[in-house]
């Protein structure tokens, strides 16, 4: 069982940044893909970036040049760096552990951290 704690939410300027953090416990970390989802009011639950236990990163369209994803295996945390911010980024934005194991699929979600873009 991995349990997984976001930091780093909260209210930011349009043209703003903000450092997202992931402090994962409970499991050999470095064996699972950690991602970053985000759901706004209304809408479904959206993969933003995802990092693999080998460290190839893959974006959303949306976040593409603005948010960056990186790991750090020794201490068990996964990042998500976002500059550019715009409203449109506004959601919870909730972090995700997730490996198949003899084909069955090992999937976490930590509960969450609220960002808001707004002037």
């Known amino acids: 069982q991995v349990q997984l704690v976001e930091s780093g939410g909260g209210l930011v300027q349009p043209g703003g940044s903000l450092r997202l953090s992931c402090a994962a416990s409970g499991g050999a970390f470095s064996i699972y893909d950690m991602g970053w989802y985000r759901q706004a009011p209304g809408k479904e639950r959206e993969s933003v970036a995802i990092?693999?236990?080998?460290?190839?990163?893959t974006y959303a369209d949306s976040a593409k040049g603005r948010f960056t994803i990186s790991r750090d295996n020794a201490k068990n945390m996964v990042f998500l760096q976002m500059n550019s911010l715009k409203p449109e980024d506004t959601a919870a934005y909730y972090c995700?552990?997730?490996?198949?194991?003899?084909?069955?699929?090992?999937?976490?979600w930590g509960q969450g951290t609220q960002v808001t873009v707004s002037s």
């Open positions: 990092i693999t236990r080998g460290g190839t990163t």
């Open positions: 995700n552990a997730a490996r198949l194991s003899f084909g069955r699929s090992y999937t976490y």
